[in-house]
């Protein structure tokens, strides 16, 4: 009996030819599992705007990509500047940041570099790509994200600085402590934790929540007689809670405590912790114990996430005939945006709730000489304008603001060595000069200048009222010496570009 020979009577391919059928095999493996790497490879952190990002990003990440397109598409040389956030809050346990202030936050920085890159009399030598440096995910996302940071500083894409580095947490701290061993010029936009001073390759331009409670003093001080209280979140992986906790209390005793005899602060603060379960009760069984004591002013150091349970139970205090006046620091800015329900019941409330702002555009106007106008009119007048390219945003958490301010410096530390025929220095030479020069800023936030601690000095912060619905009202515009500079102050003094004598 003959032997089946497969169809059509022919033997099997892999019979007949059996080097090419191995070979076809091995080709067919290779090809799943190229294809199996293409999909399952984690994306890259570091992008230029490309990389899929959440919903609420893609409008700005896509300005950005195409604006980078431009940029490597001239024939001059370019640097890139990061700008390190977590991109997706919702993704980041430890991340103290809201998608809003996220999407603020790249805006800001885009207008920084569109404005660079563009505008006449204005236009930076090398021109900048801006690249997003995600930062979201567990408590250890961030190593990932800074040792491609350092690839770029090292390759092609020749990173000369990062700005952004999230929120005042643990995480934070470690990304900057080994980017700044990567000798990698660092300008912080919004951290304020007096614990992240002093790093060698690294300015912010928000002031330290030292010179934020010394702000907030000087409001208090012209308040009437004031007896205070401290509710203090006692989460040690936040050095945002507890150097502001720390620095109220200096600042109550060296400003409100000697502008009137009977003013006090309450010897033991009230604490909770948010890094265990249930911070929300804890918080809620306050308001009976700030009665008892007789306080009118509580200042409340936390976070923005637990500030609404408080101001809730507050509303239902048994002393309401007393009017309590909460102040809190800039992390409140989180919460100025649309809400789904009012953060407290107003009507029965007798309550009032501050907290020291990093930028308002209300100052702009109502102190003139605290900004230069070329800079801030960037966010206002004019077709490439912060108003014309968002029209539906809002510049009132300072976000946009402050995050423009850090690329400008960044840019503007750039630009001088343009000016000496020096189109492309490294990161650790951006990061000697960003640290060591005696220059101003003219930034859309107010004059900085910065100290021997990478701190502005003397910087100007506003004072907003939270109200119920997520608005802010603009009260005024202070700094830790009660007393914000003025352009008069300034003239005189070395500039980057946009500064003093400049065309802005």
């Not at 602060?265 to 912790?273: H, K």
């Not at 309550?351 to 206002?380: C, K």
Request: hydrophobic letters at 40%.
């Amino acid at each position: 009996m003959s032997e089946q020979r497969g169809f059509g009577g022919r033997a099997p391919f892999r019979k007949v030819h059996p080097f090419w059928f191995g070979l076809l095999c091995a080709l067919l493996v290779c090809a799943l599992g190229a294809g199996l790497f293409v999909v399952l490879r984690p994306l890259p952190r570091v992008t230029d705007g490309s990389e899929p990002y959440t919903a609420d990003l893609s409008a700005v990440t896509d300005l950005i990509r195409r604006e980078n397109d431009w940029v490597r598409a001239q024939e001059t040389p370019y640097v890139s500047i990061a700008v390190m956030l977590p991109m997706d809050p919702a993704a980041s346990p430890a991340s103290m940041q809201s998608t809003d202030s996220v999407r603020h936050a790249l805006q800001g920085a885009y207008l920084a570099q569109y404005w660079s890159n563009h505008n006449e009399g204005d236009a930076s030598a090398p021109n900048v790509q801006l690249l997003l440096a995600d930062s979201s995910g567990g408590a250890d996302a961030w190593q990932t994200t800074v040792e491609e940071l350092k690839e770029k500083a090292a390759g092609q894409e020749h990173l000369v600085a990062v700005t952004g580095l999230g929120s005042s947490v643990a995480g934070t701290e470690g990304a900057i402590n080994d980017l700044v061993t990567a000798q990698i010029a660092l300008v912080g936009s919004v951290i304020t934790s007096d614990r992240l001073a002093g790093k060698a390759t690294m300015v912010r331009v928000a002031p330290s929540n030292s010179a934020e409670t010394r702000a907030i003093a000087h409001f208090l001080k012209e308040r009437g007689a004031v007896t205070a209280v401290l509710v203090q979140d006692k989460n040690r992986s936040d050095s945002y809670t507890s150097t502001l906790a720390g620095a109220f209390t200096t600042a109550f005793a060296d400003i409100v405590g000697r502008a009137k005899a009977a003013n006090r602060l309450l010897d033991v603060p009230l604490t909770y912790d948010s890094s265990l379960d249930s911070a929300d009760t804890v918080l809620g069984q306050m308001p009976e114990r700030i009665c008892n004591s007789g306080a009118n002013v509580v200042f409340f150091a936390g976070r923005w996430r637990n500030l609404p349970p408080f101001l809730r139970a507050l509303t239902r205090r048994t002393c309401a005939d007393r009017k309590i006046t909460v102040v809190t620091g800039d992390d409140a800015s989180n919460l100025n945006r649309a809400q789904p329900e009012p953060l407290w019941d107003d009507t029965r409330a007798n309550m009032e709730v501050y907290y020291t702002g990093l930028a308002h555009p209300a100052a702009w106007d109502s102190y003139p000489d605290a900004v230069q106008p070329a800079i801030a009119n960037r966010f206002r007048r004019g077709i490439d304008s912060f108003g014309a390219l968002f029209p539906e945003e809002s510049l009132d958490d300072g976000q946009a603001i402050m995050h423009h301010d850090a690329m400008l410096t960044a840019i503007g530390v750039v630009d001088i060595f343009a000016a000496q025929g020096k189109t492309r220095p490294s990161a650790s030479a951006v990061a000697n000069l960003l640290t060591s020069a005696p220059f101003t800023v003219a930034a859309a936030s107010g004059w900085i200048s910065f100290d021997k601690q990478g701190n502005p000095v003397n910087k100007a912060m506003p004072i907003l009222r939270l109200l119920p619905e997520g608005k802010v009202s603009f009260t005024e515009l202070t700094s830790e010496s009660g007393d914000p500079p003025g352009r008069s102050e300034m003239d005189g003094r070395p500039g980057v570009p946009g500064g003093p004598g400049t065309s802005g």
